[in-house]
């Protein structure tokens, strides 16, 4: 070992140190008993901390100073506590009526009851597609409806999903007669907005208890219609309005 690194270990080198394992403890000190500068250095520091250390063991202590210190300590202590509750209160508080503030907002946008509104959308006779175009437009939704169909038959109407997407939807409803079983038919109005239609042509999906259709739109080629409609019946003749024979 050498000097410097002698005098560095001295800086820790206390009695009651534990920074120093027994290895370093064992050369630091033979170190100092052969070195004739570091030894005396040593002791000569030794003998300084002690004079120190006694002078600073001799100064007398008030009376109570002990309790004095460990009143003050409580005080302090005290008063970060009660300082941290107003302050956590005040967060809470200030939360509290953001919550408060928010629910009373979005209470205020939430739309009344409008049963007026909702019976009149229920109980209107689209009897024409042109007009089912026109209700779907008002909603921001262009769409053009499948023809053939007999409108005096729509059920429903609206958006549903399909694949994902929301799509404009038809419902006919077939209450039957001597010719022709009840039944339902449902329509999915697809675009090349949404779908690829390069594969959408005639084509009849046979089901165990529907059969599925795919009729492109004759006179534009961004629409397509995915038509569903129980096994048994027949699309023209229970859905698909009747041509009116020409008068003679």
Request: proline content about 6%.
């Amino acid at each position: 070992m050498d000097c410097k690194n002698a005098r560095l270990l001295l800086e820790v080198a206390h009695p009651l140190a534990t920074e120093l394992d027994a290895r370093d403890t064992a050369e630091l000190a033979g170190h100092l008993s052969d070195c004739p500068d570091c030894g005396p250095w040593a002791e000569t520091e030794h003998r300084l901390d002690e004079m120190f250390g006694n002078a600073m063991r001799a100064v007398p202590v008030p009376d109570g100073l002990a309790q004095r210190i460990i009143g003050r300590l409580h005080v302090e202590r005290d008063a970060w506590y009660r300082g941290w509750a107003v302050r956590a209160a005040g967060v809470a508080a200030a939360l509290l009526l953001t919550v408060w503030a928010s629910w009373a907002f979005w209470l205020g946008k939430k739309p009344a009851l409008d049963m007026d509104e909702f019976v009149f959308e229920t109980e209107q006779f689209l009897y024409k597609p042109e007009l089912v175009e026109q209700a779907f437009a008002a909603k921001g939704v262009k769409m053009l409806a499948p023809p053939n169909f007999d409108y005096t038959l729509l059920h429903s109407h609206g958006m549903a999903d399909f694949q994902s997407r929301r799509v404009p939807f038809l419902e006919f409803f077939q209450p039957g007669n001597k010719d022709v079983p009840s039944g339902m038919a449902k329509v999915y109005v697809v675009s090349t907005e949404q779908f690829r239609l390069d594969d959408a042509k005639n084509l009849t999906v046979a089901g165990s208890r529907q059969n599925i259709v795919v009729r492109p739109n004759d006179k534009n080629a961004s629409f397509a219609y995915i038509i569903v409609y129980p096994v048994g019946a027949s699309l023209e003749r229970s859905f698909f309005k009747v041509p009116t024979a020409p008068k003679l």
